[in-house]
């Protein structure tokens, strides 16, 4: 792909992303200091507590982690499909990429874990989350780092993106609409499989499908790609992202239940091909300083940010108690978000910037 806006676009979204994840873990944590109780379990009907419904609804920003994965199936597909450096290549870069953040990551939440919260670990979860496994949940091992399980989704998809070059090797051919109708086919495949598997969790591997819509985007030429991205309105677009996202808050929808993935794929996907409109408000949003900065340091931003938003409410708690109220929120968001970039610039400096051979980004 090539420089410029579009890709300033997509790196923009990769931060409002990521800042939807982090809402989940400090609005979770903050319901949890502020009434003690799980926000996954709150009903918001007859809820009289206004404040307490919306801690609720910014908890419920879960969607975030599609965005990843729609955005990922894009830019791996382009890079199968045209810049191809070879399977042993492709495969060392990827784990090259995620691991030195990722280890370090994880080694801080295992430290806190045992030091801290003087919890005993078990070596064989360890191993399942040093090869990504516990994202896998019907294996039953737990996410030292909660919101690593999505790496283990990315981590094999990774794995089966050599299969869509070799697939792709020699073609010269144009797309046709039955490519295009087959990829929807095993978009509905993907969801459909993983609610037929037995098993409670075994739905959960319906994420997968997410990479598809992505793919689909992927495979196209890039001005055939902002072509169609132009003529997507782009109020059609907010609307469908809005009612989305309006479903999950308000608990109309769930990822137990298929709908939500066909949803999150039709609308995420909308959402990333109206940011490779170049020229359009969307994309001019998302290549605003603030979306681009959190974008370039995203990944670290994802790893970190749970274990010091805990960490800092730990400290926080020593002089502020929860039962403070908006001066607790307030504190515990704004002192988190600014906390955890911070650290994830540091992480960034020392995991990631030697990845992309920079010098002073």
Request: charged share 15%; glycine share 8%.
């Amino acid at each position: 792909m090539n420089a410029g806006g579009r890709v300033d676009a997509l790196e923009g979204l990769r931060g409002y992303a990521a800042f939807l994840v982090f809402l989940v873990h400090a609005f979770g944590l903050l319901f949890a200091k502020l009434y003690g109780a799980d926000p996954q379990e709150h009903a918001l009907d007859g809820d009289p507590d206004l404040a307490r419904i919306a801690v609720t609804l910014l908890f419920r920003s879960h969607y975030g982690v599609d965005l990843f994965f729609v955005l990922s199936g894009l830019l791996m597909a382009d890079l199968a499909l045209r810049r191809w450096p070879g399977t042993a290549r492709f495969l060392s870069r990827r784990a090259l990429r995620i691991y030195p953040a990722y280890l370090a990551s994880l080694a801080i939440c295992l430290a806190a874990s045992v030091l801290w919260l003087k919890r005993d670990i078990a070596l064989a979860d360890v191993a399942g989350n040093v090869f990504l496994l516990q994202g896998f949940f019907g294996l039953g091992i737990p996410a030292f780092n909660p919101p690593s399980w999505s790496l283990t989704y990315e981590a094999a998809f990774y794995l089966a993106v050599p299969l869509l070059a070799l697939a792709w090797r020699g073609r010269t051919a144009p797309l046709r609409a039955s490519f295009f109708a087959m990829l929807m086919l095993a978009f509905a495949a993907a969801i459909l499989g993983a609610f037929a598997l037995p098993g409670e969790n075994t739905r959960y591997l319906a994420y997968f499908s997410l990479f598809i819509p992505g793919i689909a985007m992927g495979v196209m030429e890039a001005d055939a790609r902002a072509r169609m991205a132009k003529s997507v309105p782009l109020a059609i677009v907010i609307a469908a992202w809005a009612l989305f996202a309006a479903s999950v808050k308000f608990g109309w929808l769930s990822n137990r239940e298929a709908l939500y993935y066909a949803m999150s794929g039709a609308c995420g996907g909308l959402l990333v091909l109206k940011a490779c409109d170049a020229g359009g408000w969307l994309a001019r949003t998302l290549t605003r300083a603030v979306p681009r900065w959190i974008g370039r340091y995203s990944y670290s931003f994802f790893l970190i940010h749970y274990i010091v938003l805990h960490l800092f409410a730990a400290a926080l708690d020593a002089w502020l108690r929860p039962a403070g109220g908006l001066a607790y929120a307030v504190a515990l968001v704004s002192g988190g978000l600014a906390l955890s970039l911070a650290a994830a610039r540091a992480l960034y400096a020392i995991t990631e910037r030697f990845y992309f051979g920079e010098r002073g980004r």
